[in-house]
């Protein structure tokens, strides 16, 4: 075996995706109070992208309560 088949079997890059991505997302919508514009603006990504990630992972938005955002303004 060479060094680059030992390379692609690793996928280390398609690993850390999986491992992070979801937690990542999960985290910043909740920072966001559940806000896909402000989530998708702080991750740098398009809202339709953050859109199609939330359906793929299975990522449940937690929204604020409508009293709960009035209160606050």
């Known amino acids: 075996m060479n060094s ?7 996928n280390l890059y398609g690993k850390l995706i999986v491992e992070f991505e ?3 997302i999960k985290k910043t919508l909740d ?3 559940g806000n896909q ?3 998708a603006e702080m ?8 859109r199609k990630k939330i359906k793929e992972l299975k990522i449940n938005i937690k929204k604020q ?3 709960i955002i009035q209160k606050l303004f």
């Open 65 to 67: 309560p409508e009293w």
């Open 22 to 24: 979801k937690p990542l």
């Open 43 to 50: 991750l740098g990504i398009n809202r339709n992208t953050l």
């Open 31 to 33: 920072f966001c109070k």
């Open 4 to 10: 680059h088949d030992d390379n692609s079997k690793l």
């Open 37 to 39: 514009i402000k989530t």
